[in-house]
């Protein structure tokens, strides 16, 4: 039988869903499992929108243009605008989520062997997304006990080398929820001019920030026109993860030229999904006030509930849904693991996302999770519940397996 390549046996596996096998297996023994592993949220999509798609009288679903409906890249000038954020149709490509957004741009700024330096932990996908693209990944660790910060410009500084193509960064960010400042932008924008490095930022969850934080785009860093990459997605925004709608945004016509030819490649992004996604811009802020609110308030529950677990460490973050968490345990994968296979309370058991595949340096995260508090307050309580008895029972499976001798 032939082989597959090298690359293919190579793929990151993602954390996220690496133990989907054994939360299928729970389900089907009767537990509910409150899924906090992956940041598909609850909330319905705007009805508007997908109204919209239904009335829809098209005869022949064809292909779109390879960068996108016209009509929607306009409107997303005036959406950007709301931001101060000054763009033509012809600085945006849609694409097949943020997800390809992050492909075009990797592969339109990097060579095979190529760096880019990235805090972590870090959204996972950026881990395959760079095998693909055969380049390397630097990281720059940042700490729990901080609520992840970004560590000082100098940090990022002194691992650059003549490899370094660029920095990447996710604000607010997925997977910790740490929301970056104007002057955390400003330094790294300066980094970047001083090396002449593309800076690269998944803005995702930018009408996600709490605490009265204000959300400032990378793409308003004055002298960076050709430097800053954005990648965007409706999926979170309007929690329309299937539409699979995105957008790379740029400034830089070399970039957009080289993402274009990608793009053409693809053929189109998908058809009815734009429909979707342009009918969302049609609508009044409402929606996004009520949503941002009902994450504040479910971020409140799992911050108060994991400050009143004995030896659990966590920080209160400052936007998206996500945060992480440290517990004093020696394998949260094993843990993770066990909640699914030989766990439940009162019926239940609750899904996370192990630590360790959110970092590139070996060993780090592995007594950490990232949750995503993406469930209604009263299905989160019940997931709090899950969890502070079990990180309990889950003391004697760690005495029991020290005490068993090694096979």
């Given at each position: 039988m032939p082989s597959i390549s090298s690359r293919g046996k190579n793929v990151p596996m993602s954390p996220f869903r690496k133990l989907v096998p054994?939360?299928?297996?729970?389900?089907?023994?009767?537990?509910?499992?409150?899924?906090?592993?992956?940041?598909?949220?609850?909330?319905?999509?705007?009805?508007?929108?997908?109204?919209?798609?239904?009335?829809?009288?098209?005869?022949?679903?064809a292909y779109s243009p390879a960068v996108g409906q016209l009509s929607y890249r306009k409107k997303l000038v005036e959406y950007y605008r709301k931001f101060e954020i000054a763009l033509?149709?012809?600085?945006?490509?849609?694409?097949?989520?943020?997800?390809?957004?992050?492909?075009?741009?990797?592969?339109?700024?990097?060579?095979?062997?190529?760096?880019?330096?990235?805090?972590?932990?870090?959204?996972?996908?950026?881990?395959?997304?760079?095998q693909i693209g055969s380049l390397n990944i630097r990281p720059i660790t940042c700490d729990i006990e901080d609520g992840f910060a970004l560590p000082p410009v100098e940090a990022f500084e002194a691992v650059i080398t003549?490899?370094?193509?660029?920095?990447?960064?996710?604000?607010?960010n997925?997977?910790?929820?740490?929301?970056?400042?104007?002057?955390?932008?400003?330094?790294?924008?300066?980094?970047?001019?001083?090396?002449?490095?593309?800076?690269?930022?998944?803005?995702?969850?930018?009408?996600?920030?709490?605490?009265?934080?204000e959300?400032?785009?990378?793409?308003?860093?004055?002298?960076?026109?050709?430097?800053?990459?954005?990648v965007d997605s409706?999926?979170?925004?309007?929690?329309?993860?299937?539409?699979?709608?995105?957008?790379?945004?740029?400034?830089?016509?070399?970039?957009?030229?080289?993402?274009?030819?990608?793009?053409?490649?693809?053929?189109?992004?998908?058809?009815?999904?734009?429909?979707?996604?342009?009918?969302?811009?049609d609508m009044d802020d409402s929606y996004l006030g009520q949503v941002t609110e009902a994450y504040d308030r479910r971020r409140q529950v799992v911050y108060n509930r994991l400050q009143a677990m004995p030896g659990v460490v966590s920080y209160l973050p400052g936007g998206a849904f996500y945060c992480f968490a440290k517990f004093p345990l020696r394998s949260a994968e094993h843990f993770c693991q066990w909640l699914l296979e030989s766990?439940?309370?009162?019926?239940?058991?609750?899904?996370?996302?192990?630590?360790?595949?959110?970092?590139?340096?070996p060993g780090l995260g592995r007594d950490e999770v990232r949750i995503a508090y993406i469930l209604n307050e009263q299905d989160l309580e019940k997931a709090m519940d899950c969890l502070e008895v079990a990180l309990e029972t889950y003391k004697a499976v760690e005495a029991a397996m020290e005490a068993t001798p090694a096979s």
């Open positions: 054994f939360a299928d297996k729970a389900k089907e023994a009767g537990k509910h499992v409150y899924h906090l592993n992956i940041g598909q949220p609850d909330i319905e999509t705007p009805l508007y929108a997908l109204q919209k798609v239904r009335e829809n009288q098209l005869k022949v679903l033509t149709p012809d600085d945006i490509i849609v694409t097949t989520g943020g997800s390809e957004a992050i492909q075009f741009a990797m592969l339109s700024c990097f060579d095979i062997g190529d760096e880019v330096i990235v805090p972590e932990p870090f959204y996972a996908n950026y881990n395959g997304f760079a003549d490899k370094t193509r660029g920095i990447f960064i996710t604000n607010p997925n997977p910790t929820g740490c929301f970056y400042s104007r002057e955390d932008l400003t330094q790294l924008g300066r980094l970047c001019k001083a090396y002449d490095l593309f800076l690269f930022v998944d803005e995702v969850y930018r009408e996600f920030c709490y605490d009265g934080k959300f400032y785009s990378a793409l308003r860093l004055e002298g960076l026109e050709d430097h800053v990459i954005v409706i999926s979170k925004r309007y929690s329309a993860c299937g539409a699979r709608i995105g957008a790379l945004v740029t400034r830089n016509q070399g970039v957009l030229e080289a993402a274009t030819r990608y793009a053409k490649l693809r053929l189109s992004p998908p058809g009815l999904a734009q429909i979707l996604a342009e009918a969302t811009l766990f439940e309370h009162e019926g239940a058991t609750v899904m996370l996302s192990p630590g360790e595949g959110f970092y590139a340096t």
